[in-house]
């Protein structure tokens, strides 16, 4: 079955400004040859679950508006000062199982301190070996000692962040550190969400003999981006074992030794003294002059 991956490599904005102020990002980027003609989707993602879809071209600078600032959803009054950005594999679907290849950004986060701002962001698709992706179930629905579930607090989406020291650069005998954001979302069967959700691993491709399956890459983590998770906190584990960021290496050993036991998922509201750093001014608003 094909699955549209969505590979989010982490995009940072801060800001303080007044309503519909805004910051301007600059694509640009290098890919293969093949992919060259094609639009690049782009995804932006910050406070509150704030999702900008847009796209870039390979050939040329694209320029993206993105607000900052206090914002108001008509539930909700909150600030943005953080975004990350998302940006799809090549090719953008897939089978699993079949090789893709990973962009690499320029800056994967950074702070905006005033309006107007002018973020330039180069995605470069050229540097990293192919890989494939691997996926780990992920339960939106545990109900530990009667606490309630993520799915019952209405959680469908959480961003991500996945690290790994081991990617292979093309045409070389080095590794480096890959770094991006993904959403873990639950999904939709026939219209109606279900409880699960995946994370996903990437694998290093070898030509094994044997047949044997891929191994994932050595060293990688996986952390809940909590800064940007406006009303609640989102752990690996449990109400009484949990943390932000799981070595996802060894959780997908763990998943592929006993595909029955998904990673659990934790939720609670937010602490009222704990805000969300993305959803809060990177510094102190400056005052209004009264004229």
């Known amino acids: 079955m094909t699955r549209i991956i969505t590979v989010l490599l982490g995009l940072f904005l801060a800001g303080c400004a007044a309503k519909r102020d805004s910051a301007t990002l600059v694509f640009t980027g290098s890919a293969p ?45 909150f600030f943005i000062s953080k975004y990350y950005v ?16 990973l962009g690499v950004l320029s800056q994967d986060h950074f702070s905006l301190t005033e309006d107007g701002e002018m ?31 993520c799915a019952d607090y209405g959680i469908n989406t959480i961003p991500i962040n ?8 093309r045409g070389s005998g080095h590794y480096g550190l890959g770094k991006g954001a993904a959403q873990l979302t639950r999904e939709q069967k026939h219209g109606v969400l279900s409880n699960y959700g995946y994370l996903f691993t990437p694998l290093r491709i070898v030509h094994q003999a044997d047949m044997e399956p891929n191994p994932p890459l050595e060293g990688c983590t996986v952390e809940v981006l909590n800064d940007v998770i406006l009303k609640h ?26 595909p029955r036991e998904p990673v659990s998922l934790y939720c609670r509201p937010r602490p009222e003294n704990q805000p969300a750093a993305g959803c809060e001014p990177a510094l102190p608003l400056k005052r209004e002059v009264a004229k």
């Open 33 to 77: 040859a093949k992919y060259q003609s094609l639009p690049q989707p782009v995804q932006l993602l910050s406070c509150n679950n704030t999702q900008i879809d847009t796209e870039m071209a390979w050939t040329r600078e694209t320029l993206k508006s993105v607000p900052y600032g206090w914002q108001d959803d008509g539930d909700d009054r």
């Open 233 to 258: 906190q989102v752990f690996f584990g449990t109400p009484s074992d949990h943390a932000s960021k799981i070595d996802l290496t060894q959780a997908y050993r763990n998943y592929k030794a006993n």
């Open 162 to 169: 996945i690290r790994c020291p081991s990617f292979k650069y």
């Open 86 to 101: 998302a940006s799809p594999p090549l090719p953008n679907t897939f089978e699993p199982g079949k090789p893709i290849t």
């Open 119 to 149: 973020v330039p962001i180069f995605f470069d698709y050229t540097l990293l070996d192919p890989i494939e992706l691997a996926d780990i179930k992920a339960d939106y629905g545990n109900r530990f000692d009667g606490v309630a579930s």
